[in-house]
């Protein structure tokens, strides 16, 4: 089936130590998506990819960066994670032939210690 | 003024009745209109989207919009305590990004 897949489910790291999170999909959509979202609050996007295009939301901290190498996956890195960066992270895709729904991974839930 | 706006609940209903989730929005612009379904602890199902004024139906789900009011609904008929989840609304202003509601929580009473 196709899926939006996203390693690893759960993350814990130290507080300022680096981490990454990954985003693969077998759905060969155009458009990728990094949300944040914490407990009993909408998802917040942080930024998303036309193909190459990187478009970064203009509130989303430098802390964050985000690469996509090819079409299928995409990389979420926090530079120096704090305590409030603490959330659920999601990853969704869509295809630009598509009305704009979005497809999510099942997300990967980051703790700070 | 938030830009997607939900009543956050919790939204009781008896098994086998309708449930009605309400969301209005701020951008006139605002082109596709969708409703996600989130269970605790995961990801945003997607459930329903519509694009024009009127009513959208599918099974048990109908979404209704009605842009000159700025208002977007979800009724689902024939509530099953599956149903139980919190219901996020999400609105595409043209720019394929969605910004979302903080979701109403929805309960169904066996």
């Not at chain 1, 999170?21 to 036309?50: E, G, I, R």
């Amino acid at each position: 089936d196709a899926m939006v897949i996203q390693n690893p489910r759960y993350q814990v790291t130290q507080f300022g130590k680096p981490v990454t999170l990954s985003c693969s999909q077998t759905l060969n959509h155009n458009v990728m998506y990094w949300y944040q979202q914490k407990s009993s609050q909408a998802p917040k996007l942080l930024f998303h990819y036309y193909d190459k295009d990187f478009n970064n939301e203009a509130d989303t901290p430098d802390n964050f960066q985000s690469r996509r190498p090819n079409t299928s996956f995409c990389f979420l890195d926090i530079r120096s994670p704090g305590l409030g960066d603490a959330a659920m992270y999601l990853c969704a895709t869509s295809s630009l032939a598509g009305g704009g729904e979005q497809y999510f991974g099942p997300g990967t839930r980051l703790t700070v210690t | 003024q938030k830009e997607v706006e939900q009543n956050s609940g919790p939204l009781s209903v008896p098994e086998g009745a309708i449930a009605s989730l309400n969301c209005t929005y701020s951008d006139r612009g605002s082109q596709s209109f969708f409703w996600y379904r989130q269970y605790s602890g995961k990801s945003p199902e997607l459930i329903m989207f519509i694009y024009s004024n009127g009513d959208k139906e599918d099974g048990r789900f109908t979404a209704q919009l009605n842009k000159a009011s700025q208002y977007v609904s979800l009724l689902i008929r024939d509530s099953q305590p599956s149903d139980s989840a919190t219901y996020l609304c999400a609105v595409d202003t043209g720019r394929r990004a969605l910004t979302f509601g903080s979701g109403t929580r929805l309960q169904v009473q066996p």
